[in-house]
């Protein structure tokens, strides 16, 4: 199997992790803190997807990702919680600068996400981990992943899995 991994960050990493463990093609999902090039040089809150091209490609990862947290709104680059793909080719650039484009055209509103290179992750502690797959009945998973997860089977339905825990 050919897979690829990109690195998203745009708000709480418990939430970006529960988005893109409930994608098809996702095979695998590390959660913690992405670090990249100045001005993104400090650690933020992120997430690394391991995913398969053959089933589902950077443009939808990248947009699901904007269409998941708040992507216009501005937030300092070197912030815990930056807007951020994080390529790890440099042919990957391109693809997710169109993707963002497009969105902010769609939006009508600048779009805050940079596409840098990633240079480096720190893993989130263990309990963490999984942290909406291991009970996604906590309060704040049912407040602001639910939510997502709704959006993602409504709007993505040909990528969503159809229960986020398995």
């Not at 805050?112 to 009945?137: G, K």
């Not at 407040?143 to 040909?158: A, G, M, N, T, V």
Request: proline share 5%; charged share 25%; hydrophobic share 35%.
């Amino acid at each position: 199997m050919n897979v690829e991994k990109l690195a998203f960050g745009g708000g709480c990493h418990w939430c970006t992790e529960g988005v893109f463990q409930a994608l098809r093609g996702v095979e695998k999902v590390d959660q913690g803190f992405v670090q990249s090039d100045a001005p993104a040089d400090t650690w933020a809150e992120g997430v690394i997807v391991t995913f398969d091209p053959s089933v589902i490609g950077l443009a939808t990862l990248s947009e699901v990702h904007l269409r998941t947290h708040s992507a216009t709104r501005a937030r300092s680059p070197r912030g815990k919680y930056r807007s951020a793909i994080y390529i790890f080719e440099d042919s990957q650039r391109h693809e997710a600068e169109l993707v963002i484009a497009r969105f902010a055209i769609e939006s009508g509103k600048a779009v805050h996400t940079l596409v840098v290179p990633f240079r480096s992750f720190r893993a989130s502690e263990e309990r963490y981990q999984n942290y909406y797959r291991n009970d996604p009945n906590r309060p704040f998973c049912r407040r602001y992943i639910d939510p997502k997860l709704d959006f993602i089977r409504q709007h993505f339905s040909e990528v969503a899995l159809p229960d986020a825990r398995t």
